[in-house]
């Protein structure tokens, strides 16, 4: 356990979202690759915060690191929903979808990209299906 990590935790349970950023920030200088620091970093911001851009790019950054299939499923998840929803860029999010059916088709959430693949063809909103006709 990284007492640094439960000290950040509780700061967000205190309310001190900024505060807890900031821990969990200089944890990952010194351990680039620690998987709750760069996920609850991007989960603030997002469901605290509501800063949906900075929360893309910490997902986003969370994404390179090496998750399980599943949780890295559900992270791609999430960030197409911010992509598609609050900053209104559907290109990315689709983008994403397609990766995670291509990478991890027998997870749950790759299981759920393909059900939203198969909507948006069948309601011909495929950008790239249309190229193909």
Known sequence: RNANAERAEQLALKGDH???IQV???IL???PQ???S???IAELYDK???DFPRAAQHYEAALALKFPPEQWGWMAIRLANI???PLKQPLPALALIRRLAAEHPGT???AKALQRLAKIASAGLDPEAGAEV
Do not use: P, W
């Open 18 to 20: 900024l505060g807890a």
């Open 24 to 26: 969990f920030q200089a």
């Open 29 to 31: 200088k010194q351990h």
């Open 34 to 36: 620690h998987l709750h």
């Open 38 to 40: 760069a996920l609850r």
């Open 48 to 50: 605290e915060l509501q």
């Open 83 to 85: 992509y598609s929803g």
């Open 108 to 110: 749950k959430a790759g």
